[in-house]
């Protein structure tokens, strides 16, 4: 019998000409994360226990056959505006559904006066269909493969310029 590990975790990191707060906010405000990275607003009830959810757009249910959530997760820990962790579990497709739910590590340092690091520490043990996905190996942003790097791309273009990159 042969077994394969598949542990491992993928950290990402960004800096950011903004407050910590305007960064908390736009990670967690559904009114800001659905401005960037792949526009789907996201909701929080931020406190240990909370739900994070993300609904497909009535597009994506009707042309694509998409579940009406699409991605959810559990806030395990919430220490505004620095620290948010929280399990992730995409419904893109029946694999990714059939994996355990990964857990993400957003941290935010504030540098200087006016520079933030945004640290994204994704633990993808056991989920290898997500771990995949969240890299943007495939370099199909459009298509939806940009992963965690087209996503923070995205957040800081938004926060620094005021607008979303475009595809």
Known sequence: MSTTDTRTTQVYRVYIAAPPEKIWEAITSPEWNGRYGY???????LEPGGVYRVAASPEMVEHMGMPEVILEGEVLECDPPFKLVQTWHP????????EPASTLTYEIHPETDKLTRLTLTHDVTDTPEV?????????????????????????????????????
């Open 91 to 98: 419904h893109f497709t029946a694999e990714q559904t059939a």
């Open 39 to 45: 526009h789907m607003p996201g909701t929080y009830d």
């Open 131 to 167: 771990a995949a996905m969240v890299t943007g190996a495939d370099g199909a942003i459009a298509e939806g493969g940009g992963g965690w790097s087209w996503v923070l791309s995205d957040l800081k273009t938004l926060l620094e310029r005021g607008d979303a990159l475009e595809l």
